[in-house]
């Protein structure tokens, strides 16, 4: 016997690795409908769930928006599937929490009707089973109030009859019915064909809570009786033992408070039609035969009844139990499952994460890299353009000095002989300054690191005072700037005499030029020609640089 169930847990585990790896592969909407089949057409609870189960492990919050709708549904069918046929009403209630949740995190309003209902449902359910919970009861009402407003607000008209079947009829067990008035009113104004689901069935039942709020017992009992004798031809196509059993129930009610004599006819009934159609709610019939003689004040008979109700509903209780203990070797494989799929989940989540950080890294080094080129190339040729004018001023200069040179020549030679003798009273300032001009030009002293105004003064042969003078009332001149200027032109000059120069360093030709200071001549160089020396050097090699003219008894 017990290798026959072994063999047995063995064969139903391969069975469900098989569909289980065979399904996986399935696209979201096919699992949804195969597990709609299986329950509907040939009550296969647990394949339903497996199908939904896979359905439900796919979700991402990045996932494509029917797929995401499938997702929310496939929680809420595992929530029935855990009530209805496991009667596991804490599973339920965790898997439609879980539905809810995520129709409120990605505003999936259309649907939030059902999952309220549902909620309600479970709330009722559960006061049933703790015999008339007065806090379940209030839970219950509560929402399937909510879903009778979220259903009108998201035009929701497919779920709005069957939502109003469940608030009128928790209302009228407890005998609360004007809670749910304003509800009843607003349903029995509205225009609704009567093609949709339970529409019929429910506008009928509603009509008769009406006439019960208004106390119109008689007129009530006159509108359910009358849709029960009709209702094969009424309500076809439905579940016509379930309407009839509901209208029995609202019969009971009614009869109650009217405190009829014929209530207990009624009920019994009632415990047969159940007994023949639907023997699962028999416990149901106990119930009512408790309110019944505890509203007519016969409390020994209504302790009995209530007595047997908890025994069915223990007897019930029991039969899940053993249920459950069949069905743990599946779903602690469905369980098993699911955490593996969670986990793969994470790790697809965490690796597309990834993928994005990576790649936002490579787009942003990209983008840095090509603008680092275009900065590059801007700089390279706002450089050529700086030095390809620096080039030009040389030309034009070195050409200006030539054509001055000739004609200045024969009257420094002339003069000459007198600077030594000539004060500053007998020499014009403009004189006094183109002599300046003619030494700085020609002179190779001024790029001696020591060459100062008295040594410009005794090359002159005129007083340091008046060569200062001299060239302080020149604009924008100072002794200190035109002597720069003049070095660092003939810098220019010498980084583009290769032949000579060519493996000077920046410090080396600075130097020869006068300057001490790598620093300063960096700085210097930069202020004067907009480039830094090392800049103008690779400008010079990548550029023909234009002769420069040679100076005064070089060979051309």
């Known amino acids: 016997m017990v290798l026959v169930c072994a063999l047995a847990v063995l064969a139903e585990d391969v069975t469900f690795m098989t569909n289980r790896r065979q399904w996986e592969k399935l696209p979201t909407l096919t699992l949804m409908n195969m597990g709609g089949r299986f329950l509907d057409q040939r009550m296969m609870p647990d ?89 379940c009861y209030k839970e219950a009402l509560a929402y399937h109030k909510s879903a009778f ?56 039942i509603n009509q008769g809570t009406q006439l019960m709020a208004k106390n119109q017992h008689e007129q009530a009992l006159e509108v359910f009786k009358n849709a029960y004798d009709h209702a094969a031809d009424e309500f076809e196509g439905t579940n016509v033992n379930s309407i009839k059993g509901l209208l029995n129930n609202f019969i009971v009610y009614t009869q109650i408070q009217m405190r009829s004599p014929d209530v207990l006819q009624t009920i019994l009934k009632e415990k047969e039609f159940t007994e023949k159609n639907m023997p699962e709610y028999n416990h149901e019939t106990y119930g009512q035969l408790s309110m019944y003689y505890r509203t007519f004040n016969n409390q020994p008979l209504a302790d009995k009844y209530e007595l047997l109700w908890w025994r069915a509903t ?115 300032t403009e004189e006094l300054w183109q002599n300046i001009i003619h030494v700085m030009e020609y002179s190779q002293e001024i790029f001696d690191e020591n060459f100062s105004v008295a040594r410009l003064a005794e090359l002159i042969g005129a007083k340091p005072n008046y060569v200062s003078q001299a060239i302080n009332q020149q604009p924008d001149w100072t002794f200190p700037t035109l002597l720069a200027h003049y070095r660092i032109r003939e810098a220019c000059r010498r980084m583009n005499d290769t032949a000579r120069y060519g493996n000077y360093t920046v410090e080396g030709l600075g130097q020869s030029v006068g300057f001490t200071s790598r620093s300063y001549f960096v700085k210097l160089f930069k202020k004067h020609t907009g480039l830094t020396p090392s800049d103008y050097m690779k400008q010079r090699r990548a550029s023909t640089p234009l002769t420069v003219p040679p100076k005064e008894g070089e060979t051309q």
């Open 47 to 135: 394949s339903a769930l497996l199908c939904w189960s896979i359905v439900a492990n796919r979700y991402d919050e990045n996932m494509q928006e029917r797929e995401l709708q499938n997702c929310i549904r496939a929680y809420h069918h595992i929530s029935d599937i855990y009530s209805g046929y496991y009667h596991n009403q804490a599973e339920a209630y965790r898997y439609l929490l879980k539905s809810k949740d995520l129709a409120e995190k990605h505003h999936y309003d259309t649907y939030m009707p059902d999952i309220l209902m549902t909620l309600g449902n479970l709330y009722w359910r559960q006061m049933g089973l703790l015999f008339n919970n007065s806090q």
């Open 314 to 428: 223990d007897s019930i209780a029991q039969a899940n139990q053993a249920n459950s203990v069949e069905k743990v070797g599946f779903l602690y494989e469905l369980d098993k499952m699911n955490e593996e799929q969670k986990a793969l989940t994470l790790k697809q989540q965490h690796d597309r994460q990834m993928l994005w950080v990576v790649s936002g890294f490579l787009a942003l080094a990209l983008g840095l890299i090509v603008l680092l080129a275009i900065n590059r190339g801007l700089i390279k040729q706002k450089n050529k353009v700086l030095y390809e004018n620096n080039m030009a001023l040389l030309a034009a200069e070195d050409e200006r000095r030539r054509q001055a040179e000739q004609e200045e020549q024969a009257r420094i030679e002339a003069e000459a002989a007198k600077y030594g003798a000539i004060r500053m009273d007998e020499q014009s």
């Open 149 to 204: 407003w979220k259903a009108i607000e998201v035009h929701n008209n497919e779920t709005l009859p069957l939502i109003m079947l469940n608030m009128n009829y928790v209302s009228c067990v407890k005998n609360d019915l004007p809670l749910t008035a304003k509800e009843r009113e607003t349903f029995a104004h509205m225009t609704l064909p009567d093609t949709i689901r339970n529409m019929k069935i429910s506008q009928v």
